[in-house]
T-cell receptor, first 115, second 112 residues
Framework: EPEVTQTPSHQVTQMGQEVILRCVPI?????FYWYRQILGQKVEFLVS????????KSEIFDDQFSVERPDGSNFTLKIRSTKLEDSAMYFC?????????????FGPGTRLTVL | GENVEQHPSTLSVQEGDSAVIKCTYS??????FPWYKQELGKRPQLIID?????GEKKDQRIAVTLNKTAKHFSLHITETQPEDSAVYFC???????????FGTGTRLLVSP
């Protein structure tokens, strides 16, 4: 069964550094999302992406964040200047079109640790 | 915007018992309500979902009920097993392909 994949599984960075988190959504899906989960807390929406543009973003998704679909398979989240509070698990998700299109399938996550 | 409340935060049951987790939502325009199971250090896995045009949906030992008038929905797990132990999150969405707003999670512990 196809799955969303993410790399790396764990990223450690220094405060102020840029990080890029990578995702490969399920191949025939059209809608892509980033969520984050601070340890022990709920999953929070960051951004949704469709047709090569952002369709919705949350207050968390400020100017330090950007997303890109650089080719036909990858979907990336960039944090330009990381802060300590950016430490969290970042999940990519994707969903398709047509019947069952609401269903969002999550990747395994990237644990980001900012020191 | 949408706000989803979830109760209880922890739930301990004996193997074979039933477990019920409840969520309420605030936006009457929400029309899609999935439930995710998250094991420690793993991704959220969709286990069941319901759309606003139905009141109940069942899949083997798992069922979800929806009361649109009261704006609440519940997850029911019957004949619980130790492998059901995990954190369960409810979520709501008000349009297809749009963001999921998650509840705060319920840690379910099933003791043998």
């Amino acid at each position: 069964e196809p799955e969303v994949t993410q790399t790396p599984s764990h990223q450690v960075t220094q405060m102020g550094q840029e990080v890029i988190l990578r995702c490969v959504p399920i191949s025939n899906h059209l809608y892509f999302y980033w969520y984050r989960q601070i340890l022990g807390q709920k999953v929070e929406f960051l951004v949704s992406f469709y047709n090569n543009e952002i369709s919705e973003k949350s207050e968390i998704f400020d100017d330090q964040f950007s997303v890109e679909r650089p080719d036909g398979s990858n979907f990336t989240l960039k944090i330009r200047s990381t802060k300590l509070e950016d430490s969290a698990m970042y999940f990519c998700a994707s969903s398709g079109a047509g019947a069952g299109a609401n269903e969002q399938f999550f990747g395994p996550g990237t644990r980001l640790t900012v020191l | 915007g949408e706000n989803v409340e979830q109760h209880p935060s922890t739930l301990s049951v004996q193997e074979g018992d039933s477990a019920v987790i409840k969520c309420t939502y605030s936006d009457s325009a929400s029309n899609y309500f999935p439930w995710y199971k998250q094991e420690l250090g793993k991704r959220p896995q969709l286990i069941i979902d319901i759309r606003s045009n139905v009141g109940e949906k069942k899949d083997q030992r798992i069922a979800v009920t929806l009361n649109k008038t009261a704006k609440h929905f519940s997850l029911h797990i019957t004949e619980t097993q130790p492998e059901d132990s995990a954190v369960y999150f409810c979520a709501a969405s008000n349009r297809g392909f749009q963001k999921l707003v998650f509840g705060t999670g319920t840690r379910l512990l099933v003791s043998p």
